[in-house]
């Protein structure tokens, strides 16, 4: 158990909906990041939080945001949904960000999400 | 542009037998570097790391990686494999430096164990 925790663990939902997905990091974790993992892109870097801030994107779309709350939990929020989106989102956290030891990523189990 | 290559989509080894997986970098700083694996249904853990210092780290579950700069490769290795290794196993290196933190991941080498 990494210590971070993503809920759902599972969601279907139908094209056009919208849909958020909720990261509570390790106890002591500042960042927060967000990757997507599909059959046919791997996995690739969505976004990162810091301390509430936003640090760096990725290849997120645009009908994707997110966010992280001043206690440090953080929500991914997918709209206009797609039958592209649907893949595993993983939430990992680590203490600081900037290299070194501390900024070790720890993974969440990762939510599901299926769009029909 | 930074990218991390996973030759080898899929390996099957015999239980006892040794297994490395092949991990290949691009980027133009120093890196830092992970393996993680990922049972089925499962997210991801983390395998060991490297950052600076010795070369040849060493992990959990009796695996360990050498980071060879010349070649740029950063090879998983284990001496003698369990049935329990099953698993896909993911590369990737960390992209830091200014606000920047992110990992980007090899696509993976799926590791299949006979008995």
């Known amino acids: 158990d990494s210590g971070v925790t993503q809920t759902p663990k599972h969601l279907i939902t139908a094209t056009g909906q919208r849909v958020t997905l909720r990261c509570s990091p390790r106890?002591?974790?500042?960042?927060v990041y967000w990757y997507q993992q599909s059959l046919d892109q791997g996995l690739q870097f969505l976004i990162h939080?810091?301390?509430?801030?936003?640090?760096a994107k990725g290849n997120i779309l645009e009908r994707f945001s997110a966010q992280q709350f001043p206690d440090l939990h953080s929500e991914l929020n997918l709209s206009s949904l797609e039958l592209g989106d649907s893949a595993l989102y993983f939430c990992?956290?680590?203490?600081?960000?900037?290299?070194?030891?501390?900024?070790?990523?720890?993974f969440g189990p990762g939510t599901r999400l299926t769009v029909l | 542009a930074q990218s991390v290559t996973q030759p080898d989509i899929h390996i099957t080894v015999s239980e006892g037998a040794s297994l490395e997986l092949r991990c290949n970098y691009s980027y133009g700083a120093t890196p830092y570097l992970f393996w993680y694996v990922q049972s089925p249904g499962q997210g991801l853990q983390l395998l060991l790391k490297?950052?600076?210092?010795?070369?040849l780290v060493q992990g959990i579950k009796g695996f360990e990686a050498e980071f060879k700069r010349s070649q740029s490769s950063f090879n998983l290795r284990k001496p003698s494999v369990h049935w329990s290794d099953a698993a896909e196993y993911f590369c990737?290196?960390?992209?830091?430096?200014?606000?920047?933190?992110?990992?980007?991941f090899g696509k993976g080498t799926k590791l299949s164990v006979k008995p």
């Open positions: 106890s002591g974790d500042l960042s």
């Open positions: 990737a290196v960390g992209l830091y430096g200014g606000s920047q933190g992110n990992l980007i």
């Open positions: 990992a956290s680590s203490v600081r960000s900037g290299g070194g030891d501390t900024d070790t990523q720890y």
């Open positions: 490297y950052f600076s210092g010795d070369t």
């Open positions: 939080y810091y301390n509430g801030e936003e640090r």
